[in-house]
């Protein structure tokens, strides 16, 4: 007798064509015969062995950098429960049209079987996924995303329960890219990419899309999270989850080192992406990481910026589509000052001074999180670690103060679901225009977001001492441009600001937005910041808000009916805040 597993590989092959089948155990020595191919056809270049050991690079096709939002859907069997932010197609004709571009697509090729798990693997909460691909670098970095392998198909037995995805590069071209997610099925079709969010199907595709629509129906939490521990100086730990959107430094503010240090402080990383969070048996939410490394954005990334993972990075990583040095060694914008001679970019062309970028925007490294020395002592624990603040923000230029309180949960469901943000280059589109992001959920909520913010609502009468709720913006500019927050390792000052908050221990000012710090409450020694621009930081600017209070009715205008009323209620009630406080200030 055949397992459903089996069953599923027998039928894709029939489909794929691939002329042999390998079963992946995730063992040391399979990672080096895959590397040791790919480095025989072109796939993988090796780093130097004796300053990144173990490291490669990688250069995508050029025209397959970033997920293709537009080529994502959601193939739920009614148009409804996809909802208005998600490309839809009814999952009959989704099949009908993509099953011609898999048919034969793996011939003389090798199709992998990868079994793997999201989460540790003796967690509850953790959950089975089996992608089939014709890209060892899709295994190779499967391996260092998840726990890949034989731990995974010796937790999956005889079951049926894992979420299969199938997976093949096609023949790359983006007129033939699909990204297909069947929720009811549970089952993933991704055809056209090998990148990232795209082909690494345990990652936006199973623990977002297809996870939040079973997190829904089982009452818990998938999210687009990071997850930090932060350690007071009496050496307890406060654990935060926070939801920014890629390429907004979710990573970074995960592996923070505290520029509170000296006083105590310090952070600790469980997770740097998704969070996956259940109510416990005392009403507490507990958070796992389903991942089990960080697929992290490379330019920008430095000593300064962020220490843990370039110490993290130095073996055992790999890279894609970031510069060469004439030493073997990864090179990316924002690294160091200049960029040395002899450097290649991406493409693998000698890079000259009046290029744009040496690395492409987009550029990545995936590095297993173990590595990092930010790692969370508890970042493996099957029962995941006591959450007590949610974080939302984005990258606006204006508007959103360095951070604010909500006054309590379904105020901060309404904040979340008004987040906005400046669009990046972690997706293919134009960069730097400010959309709505609810929750950082936008491209990754697997049903209607309508029912999402309903999720969330629902989830607060099940939690015996609700998370507080913050917003923050990092990425505030002056009238010449400049950021006023030095941001990366300062950060912490604004942790450490929310922690005082969870305990009741400081102060704020009680604003139509919610609860804005007030000026003497931050921790702000050793850091130079002028009286005025702290002033600006903190700033509720009664104007913006009113064109942003329009600009968020014009967002939910689209969900029309099926919008929560607890979210009306929310968006009248910041209207009339806004203009008693206007009618007070005249
Ligand atoms: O391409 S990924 O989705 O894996 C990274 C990101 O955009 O957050
Ligand atoms: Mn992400």
């Given at each position: ?478 009238a010449d441009g400049k950021f006023l927050w030095p941001g990366y390792g300062e950060n912490v000052r604004v942790l450490k600001w929310m922690l005082e908050r969870i305990e009741g ?82």
């Open positions: 007798m055949s397992t459903p597993l089996e069953n599923w590989v027998e039928e894709s092959a029939r489909l794929t064509r691939p002329s042999k089948i390998v079963w992946c155990d995730g063992s040391q020595s399979e990672f080096e015969s895959l590397a040791d191919e790919m480095l025989r056809d072109g796939t993988f270049l090796d780093l130097n062995p004796h300053t990144y050991p173990r490291c490669y690079l990688h250069r995508s096709n050029p025209n397959d950098v970033a997920r293709t939002e537009g080529l994502t859907f959601i193939c739920s069997t009614r148009k409804e429960d996809a909802g208005p932010t998600n490309n839809w197609m009814a999952p009959a004709e989704a099949k009908e049209k993509v099953r011609p571009l898999f048919h034969a697509a793996m011939k003389g090729r090798t199709m992998y079987v990868v079994p793997y798990i999201m989460g540790p693997a003796n967690s509850p909460y953790s959950k089975i996924g089996v992608e089939l691909t014709d890209s060892p670098y899709v295994v190779a970095s499967m391996r260092i995303m998840s726990r890949m392998g034989k731990v995974a198909l010796d937790q999956l037995g005889n079951s049926a329960d894992f979420v299969p995805g199938l997976h093949s590069l096609g023949d790359l071209n983006p007129e033939r890219r699909f990204i297909l997610h069947f929720p009811e099925e549970r089952l993933i079709w991704s055809v056209g990419s090998g990148y990232g969010g795209n082909a690494l199907l345990g990652k936006k595709c199973f623990a977002l899309r297809i996870a939040s629509w079973m997190a829904r129906e089982q009452g818990w939490m998938a999210e687009h999270m990071l997850i930090l521990g932060l350690e007071d100086p009496s050496g307890k730990v406060t654990y935060m989850a926070a939801a920014f959107p890629s390429a907004c430094g979710k990573t970074n503010l995960a592996m923070m080192v505290s520029a509170l240090e000296s006083q105590g402080y310090r952070v600790w990383t469980v997770g740097d992406d998704i969070a996956w969070m259940h109510v416990a048996a005392d009403g507490t939410l507990r958070a796992i990481n389903p991942e089990a490394g960080f697929f992290g954005v490379a330019p920008g990334t430095n000593a300064k910026t962020n220490p843990n993972v370039m110490a993290a990075l130095r073996h055992d990583t790999i890279f894609t589509n970031v510069g060469l040095t004439s030493s073997r060694e990864p090179w990316w914008e924002g690294m160091d000052a200049n960029a040395p001679n002899g450097l290649m970019d991406w493409h693998g062309k000698p890079y000259s001074a009046d290029q744009t970028a040496a690395a492409h925007p987009n550029s990545r490294y995936t590095v297993p999180a173990a590595q990092s020395p930010s790692i969370s002592p508890h970042w493996e624990d099957p029962a995941g670690v006591p959450i007590s603040a949610l974080i939302f923000g984005g990258r606006r230029a204006r508007v959103a103060p360095l951070v604010y309180e909500s006054r309590d949960w379904r105020h901060g469901v309404f904040v979340g679901a008004t987040m906005a943000s400046e669009t990046t280059a972690a997706a293919t589109g134009a960069v730097g225009v400010t959309r709505r992001d609810p929750m950082a959920m936008l491209p990754f909520c697997g049903y209607n977001m309508a029912d999402y913010f309903g999720h969330w609502l629902a989830m607060e009468p099940k939690l015996k001492n609700p998370p507080k709720i913050f917003h923050v913006n990092w990425f505030r500019r002056g221990r400081t102060a704020a000012d009680d604003t139509p937005i919610g609860f804005v710090p007030t000026a003497s409450s931050l921790t702000l020694d050793g850091l130079r910041i002028s009286r005025e621009t702290l002033a600006e930081l903190l700033r509720v600017d009664g104007g913006d808000w009113a064109e942003e209070e329009k600009a968020t009715g014009e967002f939910f205008a689209k969900f029309g009916a099926r919008l929560p009323a607890a979210i009306h209620h929310e968006h009248r009630a910041l209207g009339e805040r806004l203009s008693r406080a206007s009618v007070g200030a005249r």
